[in-house]
T-cell receptor
Framework: DGGITQSPKYLFRKEGQNVTLSCEQN?????MYWYRQDPGQGLRLIYY???????QKGDIAEGYSVSREKKESFPLTVTSAQKNPTAFYLC??????????FGDGTRLSIL | KNQVEQSPQSLIILEGKNCTLQ??????????LRWYKQDTGRGPVSLTI?????NTKSNGRYTATLDADTKQSSLHITASQLSDSASYIC????????????FGKGTRLSVIA
């Protein structure tokens, strides 16, 4: 089945630690996105990539980094500079002019 | 500022009853509007997509309406089922811009027996 796979489902971060969230898609979509979801808030865009080897900052990119070395993969690193990383992180991909397909998210918590 | 407001914030209904969720937006330039369903702990799944010229679109027991003049959309759920319990998110897509999706905060629907 085609889809988006995010891993791990749950992740814990210690103070001062960087952690990387995985996002893989086999839908052959060019565009991929990372969102952050906090309780009672709408999804907020962290980073997006419209093509391999290119990515752009979204509305809340500070404290995060991404790479897009392969079409299928768009990992997100939450760095120690992100002071409030506890949230539900959603990855999405999209074909031109079609709705985004979302993964099932990674819940990140601070130890 | 581009905004999408959803109401109510949360809703509890009895199984088998109908309900309507509202979405008001101040977004320009408008391209289309989408409703997503998000089960707890899962990613959102697209329910309907409506362009500027469409007034109504159905997907099974879900019917979305769009009034582009008043910038309002609604999602009507008929004969609710326990599995309809989820958050419903209204998303408006701009026709231009690098970050064209504007998300509402969602309505949390609970269907009880």
């Amino acid at each position: 089945d085609g889809g988006i796979t995010q891993s791990p489902k749950y992740l814990f971060r210690k103070e001062g630690q960087n952690v990387t969230l995985s996002c893989e898609q086999n839908l052959n979509h060019d565009a991929m996105y990372w969102y952050r979801q906090d309780p009672g808030q709408g999804l907020r865009l962290i980073y997006y990539s419209q093509i391999v080897n290119d990515f752009q900052k979204g509305d809340i990119a500070e404290g995060y980094s991404v790479s897009r070395e392969k079409k299928e993969s768009f990992p997100l690193t939450v760095t120690s500079a992100q002071k409030n990383p506890t949230a539900f992180y959603l990855c999405a991909s999209r074909d031109f002019n079609q709705p985004q397909h979302f993964g099932d998210g990674t819940r990140l918590s601070i130890l | 500022k581009n905004q999408v407001e959803q109401s109510p914030q949360s809703l509890i209904i009895l199984e088998g009853k109908n309900c309507t969720l509202q979405c008001n937006y101040t977004v320009s330039p408008f391209s289309n509007l989408r409703w997503y369903k998000q089960d707890t702990g899962r990613g959102p799944v697209s329910l309907t997509i409506m362009t500027f010229s469409e007034n109504t679109k159905s997907n099974g027991r879900y019917t979305a309406t769009l009034d582009a003049d008043t910038k309002q959309s609604s999602l009507h759920i008929t004969a609710s089922q326990l599995s309809d319990s989820a958050s419903y998110i209204c998303v408006v897509i701009l026709s231009s811009g690098n970050t064209p999706l504007v998300f509402g905060k969602g309505t949390r629907l609970s269907v009880i027996a």
